[in-house]
T-cell receptor, first 111, second 115 residues
Framework: QKEVEQDPGPLSVPEGAIVSLNCTYSNSAFQYFMWYRQYSRKGPELLMYTYSSGNKEDGRFTAQVDKSSKYISLFIRDSQPSDSATYLCAMIRSSASKIIFGSGTRLSIRP | DTGVSQDPRHKITKRGQNVTFRCDPISEHNRLYWYRQTLGQGPEFLTYFQNEAQLEKSRLLSDRFSAERPKGSFSTLEIQRTEQGDSAMYLC?????????????FGPGTRLTVT
């Protein structure tokens, strides 16, 4: 079993819709939870991070972490075609160096 | 451009050949990481340097793989006797001593194709 599970999609939604992306994990030692966006043939770009449980909002993006359920989410409001990319959830233990990534969800926003 | 840079961006090689990739981290970032990403998967950690010291290596880093960071600036990743299973995107990332390790900035990657 992988430490981090993520639905690979693809997920296709119309422009303006609310998008929900999710991951589950098994290692309760993870403390930092991140979302990366990766465009085709590019490196991952850090979108947001959350420390421990809770919510964090940044513009159209909201990240949620529920450590009791080992479940994290990313919501994208008012989705735009430019949001079309692969979204990777990721997590790391405190004082660790290696990030553990999910397999990524491919998202397509239809104009 | 002050981001992480990697060279080459794409490498095609025949099975059995050796290849070397270079990564230049963001200036003054003392931590440098190598990851490998195969199609449809997330990046997988390979190794980590703090300054010139290689502090962590994954089991994925077989004895055909070697990474160096001789002066604590750029890093090289060499693969000897390449196999078709080595075909992947090799990503380099760096982070600042002032931030936690979660804040890693990735380069554009080197795409390796082994024929």
């Amino acid at each position: 079993q992988k430490e981090v599970e993520q639905d690979p999609g693809p997920l296709s939604v119309p422009e303006g819709a609310i998008v929900s992306l999710n991951c589950t994990y098994s290692n309760s030692a993870f403390q930092y939870f991140m979302w990366y966006r990766q465009y085709s043939r590019k490196g991952p770009e850090l979108l947001m991070y959350t420390y421990s449980s809770g919510n964090k909002e940044d513009g159209r993006f909201t990240a949620q972490v529920d450590k009791s359920s080992k479940y994290i989410s990313l919501f994208i409001r008012d989705s735009q075609p430019s949001d079309s990319a692969t979204y990777l959830c990721a997590m790391i233990r405190s004082s660790a160096s290696k990030i553990i990534f999910g397999s990524g969800t491919r998202l397509s926003i239809r104009p | 451009d002050t981001g992480v840079s990697q060279d080459p961006r794409h490498k095609i090689t025949k099975r059995g050949q050796n290849v070397t990739f270079r990564c230049d981290p963001i200036s003054e970032h003392n931590r440098l990481y190598w990851y490998r990403q195969t199609l449809g998967q997330g990046p997988e950690f390979l190794t980590y340097f703090q300054n010139e010291a290689q502090l962590e290596k994954s089991r994925l880093l077989s004895d055909r793989f070697s990474a160096e960071r001789p002066k604590g600036s750029f890093s090289t990743l060499e693969i000897q006797r390449t196999e078709q299973g080595d075909s992947a995107m090799y990503l380099c990332a760096s982070s600042s001593p002032a931030t936690a390790a979660y804040e890693q900035y990735f380069g554009p990657g080197t795409r390796l194709t082994v024929t």
